[in-house]
């Protein structure tokens, strides 16, 4: 099983209140009890800006990791090339969207994710329809 700081593979920033979460007065991350919850949460956070019309892998990343932050030309290229999907190719199945939060959390954190992993994460959050914190 891999090691993911915090079990946050997509370094989610506190602010809500999520399901799976733990104590963590140190960081400005949220903390997870273990790693599906934490993969749960970001399927939850990417899903959300795939309905929001950030349905790309450029226009995603440029959301989800701003240029005051990362650079995020770079991780546009890594992620797309990570996943095989052209980065303006419309995220629109699970399998895609798995990819892209194995790429994620590999950027992040220099971890590649099995896909038992991944799956775990996946089948928490399976049949969230919209952002649901607790």
């Given at each position: 099983?891999?090691?993911i700081?915090?079990?946050?593979?997509?370094?989610?920033?506190?602010?809500?209140?999520?399901?799976?979460?733990?104590?963590n007065?140190?960081?400005?991350?949220?903390?997870?009890?273990?790693?599906?919850?934490?993969?749960?949460?970001?399927?939850?956070?990417?899903?959300?800006?795939?309905?929001?019309?950030?349905?790309?892998?450029?226009?995603?990343?440029?959301?989800?990791?701003?240029?005051?932050?990362?650079?995020?030309?770079?991780?546009?290229?890594?992620?797309?090339?990570?996943?095989?999907?052209?980065?303006?190719?419309?995220?629109?199945?699970?399998?895609?969207?798995?990819?892209?939060?194995?790429?994620?959390?590999?950027?992040?954190h220099?971890?590649?994710?099995?896909?038992?992993?991944?799956?775990?994460?996946?089948?928490?959050?399976?049949?969230?329809?919209?952002?649901?914190?607790?």
């Open positions: 099983m891999a090691q700081r915090y079990n946050n593979p997509g370094n989610i920033r506190k602010g809500d209140s999520w399901l799976g979460s733990v104590d007065p140190n960081s400005g991350f949220v903390a997870f009890k273990d790693l599906a919850h934490g993969l749960r949460a970001l399927f939850i956070v990417l899903k959300a800006k795939i309905s929001n019309g950030k349905n790309t892998i450029e226009k995603i990343i440029a959301s989800y990791a701003p240029p005051n932050e990362n650079n995020t030309e770079n991780y546009i290229k890594n992620v797309s090339q990570w996943t095989g999907i052209d980065r303006t190719a419309i995220i629109d199945d699970n399998t895609k969207l798995k990819q892209l939060v194995k790429a994620i959390t590999r950027q992040e220099s971890v590649t994710l099995s896909d038992s992993e991944i799956e775990e994460g996946f089948k928490l959050w399976q049949g969230v329809k919209k952002k649901e914190l607790s």
